[in-house]
């Protein structure tokens, strides 16, 4: 019996071949091959992975099977799937289930599948966005008598995760408590997600530990930023074909994504804007050159709008209304409801192709929507480069690796990654681009505080 699901598993020699250049882009997780591949660190890990289905992310998935782990994997977004990447994993006997366009009813049947082993159970989750964590622990509270959870969903996603869940309360009763108690531990890729791990600690509801990848510095302030810098205009383009340059663009958030983003529209060319709500970012941004504006402001004369916020109805419905005729509007945050797509339901919707919709509104203008409102650098293009990914993803192995056979000496909490890791982290990947380190001289580390191996920075240093 095939234990995946996927597009097309002729796709596989493909995704191999991607792979295997992907490879040779990714250093850390190849000396994490290395250094961990015969301790094998990871037996007897069952880790339920749910995280964009990419090239880059199937060598993480090779890593953490080269460490010792079984592993069974879905996307964590509908659109995010490369199936070339998931029939290359699905061939190498690896569980995945995954195909970029699944429905909402589809994405959580395939969430449910990565912790359904052999044994019954994962005793780990590999997170971004938060949905696998929350699958186990909204289902064990409904277990616990808390049913009102999920009577009244308020979202096509909540309909489809109430669905599910219903079905496996009823397929095999008890199966989220015994999952949820199965479980060492989780690590968290992205702020999102992090935001929503936070939250349940604070409630008193997070039964186990976590590591946030995301802050780890060699994640947050590189993928974040660097990658966004490569992959959204890369998402903008391959979508519409636009000409950027001269264009007017309008970037809401200036955090880390916020600041990758700019920097990529302004590398094409546009003519940036930035909104914000907190003071610092919006003098960062000022000072980097941009113009800071409203949203109201800028609404009715740009071109290009990207949400990068990680807050909800950023973009409303009375802004798409004052849009000029086929202004383009995208979000690359982790959620959709970035932007108000529901409300845009009851308009005129013509598909041009996979991913982008043009929507015509009362006035007639026509707006062009990206990936219906999901992250746009993974829904119509590939998201990050390799190199970037390594970097994140080596944070997530040693994150899964410190969970896995240390996780008793943990509290149930957020944790991050300890600086001497983050350290490390950058340094694997230094030898690539041929950077070459200064050398601390002991005297020079006494003067600054440090020991000339490292840790460089206090806790507290920003970056
Ligand atoms: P962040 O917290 O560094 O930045 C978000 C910024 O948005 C903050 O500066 C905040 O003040 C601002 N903001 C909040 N509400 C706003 C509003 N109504 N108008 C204008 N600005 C507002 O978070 P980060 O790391 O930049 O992540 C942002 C989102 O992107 C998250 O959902 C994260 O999970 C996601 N993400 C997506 C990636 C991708 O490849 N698509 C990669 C990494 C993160």
Same mark, same amino acid.
């Given at each position: 019996m095939t234990d995946y699901i996927i597009k097309d598993i002729a796709l596989a020699d493909y995704g191999r071949k991607e792979l295997d250049i992907a490879e040779t882009e990714m250093p850390g997780l190849m000396a994490?091959?290395?250094?961990?591949?015969?301790?094998?660190?990871?037996?007897?890990?069952?880790?339920?992975?749910?995280?964009?289905?990419? =090239?880059?992310?199937a060598v993480l998935i090779e890593t953490l099977t080269a460490l010792g782990a079984e592993v069974r994997w879905a996307s964590c977004n509908i659109y995010s799937t490369q199936d070339h990447a998931a029939a290359a994993i699905a061939a190498s006997g690896v569980p995945v289930f995954a195909i970029?366009?699944?429905?909402?009813?589809?994405? %959580?049947?395939?969430?449910?599948? *990565?912790?359904?082993?052999?044994?019954?159970?994962?005793?780990? *989750?590999?997170?971004?966005?938060?949905?696998?964590?929350?699958?186990?622990?909204?289902?064990?509270?409904?277990?616990?008598g808390e049913?009102?959870?999920?009577? @009244?969903?308020?979202s096509e996603e909540e309909e489809a995760l109430f669905?599910?869940?219903?079905?496996?309360?009823?397929?095999?009763?008890? %199966?989220?408590?015994?999952?949820?108690?199965?479980?060492?531990?989780?690590?968290?890729?992205?702020?999102?997600? =992090? &935001?929503?791990?936070y939250d349940l600690h604070k409630k008193g509801l997070l039964p186990f530990p976590a590591i946030n990848v995301n802050d780890s510095v060699t994640k947050s302030k590189f993928d974040n930023k660097y990658g966004c810098k490569e992959s959204l205009v890369d998402g903008i383009r391959r979508a519409t074909d636009v000409m950027m340059a001269g264009k007017v663009a309008v970037v809401c958030g200036y955090g880390d994504v916020g600041k990758g983003s700019a920097a990529s529209l302004r590398g094409a060319g546009a003519r940036v804007k930035v909104t914000e709500v907190d003071p610092i970012c919006a003098l960062q941004a000022a000072m980097d050159g941009f113009e800071v504006v409203t949203l109201e402001d800028v609404a009715g004369s740009a071109d290009i709008f990207i949400t990068t916020t990680g807050n909800k109805d950023?973009?409303?419905?009375?802004?798409?209304?004052?849009?000029?005729?086929?202004a383009i509007v995208g979000n690359i945050g982790h959620f959709d409801n970035e932007i108000q797509v529901a409300a845009l339901k009851n308009h005129k919707w013509t598909n041009i192709k996979?991913?982008?919709?043009?929507?015509?509104?009362?006035?007639?203008?026509? *707006?062009?929507?990206l990936s219906q409102g999901r992250l746009l650098n993974l829904g119509n293009a590939t998201?990050?480069?390799?190199?970037?990914?390594?970097?994140?993803? @080596?944070?997530q192995v040693l994150a899964q690796i410190e969970l896995?056979?240390?996780?008793?000496?943990?509290?149930?909490? =957020?944790?991050?990654?300890?600086?001497?890791?983050?350290?490390?982290?950058?340094?694997? &990947?230094l030898e690539k681009i041929g950077v070459k380190l200064t050398k601390l001289s002991p005297e020079q580390a006494d003067y600054i505080g440090v020991t000339p191996e490292g840790p460089f920075k206090s806790e507290h240093y920003r970056y």
């Open positions: 994490l091959r290395a250094e961990y591949g015969q301790s094998q660190p990871l037996q007897g890990a069952r880790i339920a992975g749910s995280l964009h289905m990419t =090239v880059q992310t970029k366009g699944e429905t909402l009813a589809e994405y %959580w049947s395939y969430t449910d599948q *990565i912790f359904q082993f052999g044994e019954g159970t994962a005793n780990m *989750i590999l997170d971004d966005g938060g949905d696998a964590t929350m699958y186990i622990l909204l289902g064990a509270r409904v277990e616990a049913t009102d959870l999920i009577e @009244t969903p308020t669905a599910q869940i219903k079905k496996r309360l009823a397929a095999s009763p008890g %199966w989220f408590t015994k999952q949820r108690d199965a479980i060492r531990g989780v690590s968290e890729e992205t702020t999102t997600g =992090v &935001h929503r791990l950023v973009i409303r419905l009375e802004h798409m209304r004052q849009m000029k005729d086929m996979d991913q982008v919709d043009m929507i015509e509104m009362p006035s007639g203008a026509r *707006i062009i929507l998201g990050h480069p390799s190199f970037v990914m390594s970097a994140s993803f @080596t944070n896995f056979t240390k996780g008793d000496d943990y509290q149930p909490g =957020v944790y991050i990654l300890p600086k001497a890791l983050d350290e490390k982290v950058a340094a694997l &990947h």
